[in-house]
């Protein structure tokens, strides 16, 4: 039997955490954010009459070595998780949760096949307004198609297994309750009759022709 540790499933958080939190720290000193105003509206005579703030790298190059590390950085673990809940499919588990790993991946990809070619284009647009509401609906639901499909069957499965145990406890203590019960009315009937209390079912307490009392 294999036991799952705490410290099992801390392990990589920590380890893909310090990376994280390495390569960006790395990444701000190397290549910091820089505010910038772009023009996206003009007259006719090409002068700027209206334009909108934002965050820029100001190194393509590095941007796109960071960019590709950190995308490494959390692609590998998600396709070894995916190798692992597919090794682990036939599991029986009271948490098994294969299942909804392979939903919520799936869930990854549609998000991403659908999703970045329309982030494209409202970013070649000029309307900013767009381009924010969706980036933000976006971001919304990839992380909602992770964390609904991992924890939301987990707490009901919690749930279902508290139930479970309360009928559990309850069937137990009615158990104990109607046995009590039997001891007592039986015990009650031994003294009734003149017998020990031991006189449980199948002893039968007859009179005997002298008017003493038999037990068979």
Known sequence: RVKVDVQDVMLPFIVLFVLSTIMLSVWTAVDPLLWVREPIGYDKYSRTISSYGTCKMSSATNTKIFYSLQVAVILLPILFASFTAYKARNVKAEFQETKYIALSIFSLLENFLIGIPVLAATRSSANRSSEFIFTSLFVTTVCLSVLALIFVPKHHAKRKLQVERKRRETLRQERISRN??????????????GTKASNGPGNTVRRSSTGSMDQS
């Open 180 to 193: 009590e019960s039997d001891r007592l009315r039986w015990s009650k009937m031994g003294y009734i009759s």
